[in-house]
Nanobody, 120 residues
Framework: QVQLVETGGGLVQPGGSLRLSCAAS????????MGWYRQAPGKERELVAT???????NYADSVKERFIISRDNAKTTVSLQMNSLKPEDTAVYYC??????????????WGQGTQITVSS
């Protein structure tokens, strides 16, 4: 299986910035897509941003122009730079990775989640 470990959560004031990172490990043959999702209290989990192995990105309308997703050269780590944070960005943020294991089995793995709280 694939393990995803997220770092970088915390408390930030409105207008501030935070950077999340997620490192993947395991018997990985390929990571086709990596991304970030979030879930606020009482709401369903929603897409924040995704990035393919070729670097194509997709963002939720609510975070466009504020958040930037990126992957490292080895393509096993994904980061999310969050700028101009708003109280409505408060949520648990989850890392996701989709691809194939050594041996050919597909996977769709999730991290444990990290809390982001935007408050003054």
């Amino acid at each position: 299986q694939v393990q995803l470990v997220e770092t970088g959560g915390g408390l930030v004031q409105p207008g501030g910035s935070l950077r999340l990172s997620c490192a993947a490990s395991g018997r990985i043959f390929s990571i086709n897509n990596m991304g970030w999702y979030r879930q606020a209290p009482g709401k369903e989990r929603e897409l924040v941003a995704t990035i393919t192995s070729r670097g194509n990105t997709n963002y939720a309308d609510s975070v466009k122009e504020r958040f930037i997703i990126s992957r490292d050269n080895a393509k096993t780590t994904v980061s999310l730079q969050m700028n101009s944070l708003k109280p409505e960005d408060t949520a648990v943020y989850y890392c996701n990775a989709i691809g194939f294991l050594v041996g050919g089995k597909s996977y769709d793995s999730w991290g444990q989640g990290t809390q982001i709280t935007v408050s003054s």
